[in-house]
């Protein structure tokens, strides 16, 4: 009894550390410009005028839109590669697919700017820099790994007797993964969707090297470039900072209920 009460005392209080930052954005966000009080007092008169003018001075409408080319562009070929990719890995146990997915693991725990200056050449030799295209492409062979590893060890948990019969049928390999293997992906679908698109969302390190043009820049770069130059405007800040993270809060909202199955079979399974 004890330790059960310890252990959710524990957890309340790390849910609070992580709700304390979100909640003083949330404050500052709505807080007119005027009002000069703590940073953990709610606004005595809520405004929404701090959104309008960060959306504006911020340039944030066509920063969403980059942002919602790169993100949809580059899950939708992770998903898609990663998918495709781990299936003979994970049904085909032979010495060459063990290595392959040894090495998918080892590709996590290389730093990706470790490579950032021989990839910024090859870029520029392309002439993909200040293009959507280039970053599409570096944002998705990044979180390949991850989606493989991932997708991999899921499929470890489905029965083999499903393909085998679907191939008695008459079915081909590709219709045996797309119309039976497939559907049964959903959960670990929607943690790929979540952990990679999080990640190609929020991506600085590679689009400030990239993306050095207004037109094709991404949220993540508007804001620092915001923040720096409004930083002692908290409010409008706050409202800038909370409109960039609204549209992954959203779509976790969307996908949770798949999120934690899927991640967790996908790491511990197999």
């Not at 998903?79 to 080892?106: C, D, E, H, K, W």
């Not at 993964?177 to 991506?203: E, H, M, Y």
Request: hydrophobic residues 55%; proline residues 5%; charged residues 10%.
């Amino acid at each position: 009894m004890i330790r059960k009460i310890f252990r959710s005392a524990a957890l309340l209080s790390l849910g609070a550390l992580y709700l304390i930052p979100l909640y003083v954005l949330g404050v500052l966000a709505f807080k007119p410009t005027t009002d000069r009080s703590s940073i953990l007092i709610p606004p005595a008169t809520p405004t929404l005028e701090n959104f309008m003018r960060a959306w504006n001075k911020a340039h944030l409408a066509d920063s969403f839109l980059n942002n919602v080319t790169i993100t949809l562009a580059a899950v939708a070929i992770v998903v898609a590669l990663g998918a495709l990719a781990a299936y003979p890995l994970s049904r085909r146990q032979t010495a060459l697919n063990r290595f392959i997915g040894n090495l998918m693991v080892a590709c996590l725990v290389v730093p990706p700017l470790t490579i950032l200056v021989p990839l910024y050449r090859f870029i520029a030799d392309m002439r993909g820099i200040n293009t959507r295209w280039s970053i599409i492409l570096v944002l998705a062979a990044f979180q390949l790994p991850l989606c493989i590893f991932l997708y991999r060890n899921f499929m470890r948990s489905v029965p083999v007797e499903l393909d085998e019969a679907a191939i008695l049928d008459g079915c081909s390999g590709f219709s045996v993964f797309f119309r039976v293997l497939f559907p049964v992906l959903k959960p670990v679908t929607a943690s790929v969707i979540i952990l990679c698109g999080i990640q190609i969302w929020n991506d600085y390190q590679f689009s400030v090297f990239f993306l050095q043009k207004k037109n094709v820049q991404t949220i993540a770069i508007s804001l620092s470039q915001f923040v720096s130059q409004y930083q002692n405007d908290l409010s409008l800040v706050g409202a800038g900072c909370l409109l960039g993270i609204l549209p992954v809060a959203a779509a976790y909202a969307f996908l949770q209920r798949y999120f934690m199955k899927g991640l967790a079979d996908g790491a511990v399974k197999g």
